[in-house]
């Protein structure tokens, strides 16, 4: 009977350390779950967070290159702006100096211009001072025009012989050009019939006084004969040497560049 008793106490204890060890390990079993449970979560947040600084990174990276492109070409923009600015400058240079020589040329030439204007004024007063105050004396474009009437200088309008009158009027008109050689003398005569057969008679015996008993040079008399328009009479037209105008107008004009 003690024997039995002693067994079956022995069962007990050992049903009842067992029975404890089964449930220690059960609650072992469960805690080891739930941090495996909680490992893989910390694992999938990790995961998510290692994809999003991925992505983070490869739009870095991208932004990266597109902020080197925009840069390289900044600085190929900047290059080329400078090289267009110096290119500017250059050409406003050269054309400030261009416009700088041809205004010593039109300075030059306008000088010429006044000279011959002032020159034209002077001839003016001593033109009245040689033929008298009553000449008839104007000064037209730089032109000085000296006139006279058919009656005075032929007795009447169809004649072309020069009367005294006249020739005395001439050696006046004959002294004026030689004292302004600078001059060219045109014998202008003025017609209001329209025949002109007469009025060049009448300037090429004007011409004719002048050169051949007047010792005017030849080179320096012009005649020509137009329709007055309500006008006759004979023009002495003393004007500026064209021709030598012209050329030092070119000389000043390479002068200036």
Known sequence: MKNNLLVIALLVITTSVYSQRKSDLIAEIDNLKSRISEVEQELAVAKREISSSSAEAEALKSENATLRDANATLLGNMSNFS??????SD?????MAALARKERQLSGINDMISANDSSAIVSLTR????LGE???VSVEAGVVVISNSL?????SDTSSDLTEEGKTWLAGVANII????NFKAEVEGLNITGEFGPTYGQVASVASELVSSLEVPAESIAISAKDGNFKEGI????????????????ESAKAGQ
């Open 134 to 136: 009553n000449a008839k």
């Open 127 to 130: 033109i009245k001072q040689t």
């Open 83 to 88: 090289q267009l600015s110096k290119q500017n």
């Open 91 to 95: 050409n406003v240079d050269r054309a």
């Open 235 to 250: 023009n002495i037209r003393l004007q500026p040497d064209y021709k030598g105008f012209y050329a030092k107008a070119k």
């Open 151 to 155: 009656n005075t200088l032929f007795g």
């Open 178 to 181: 030689k004292a302004n050689p």
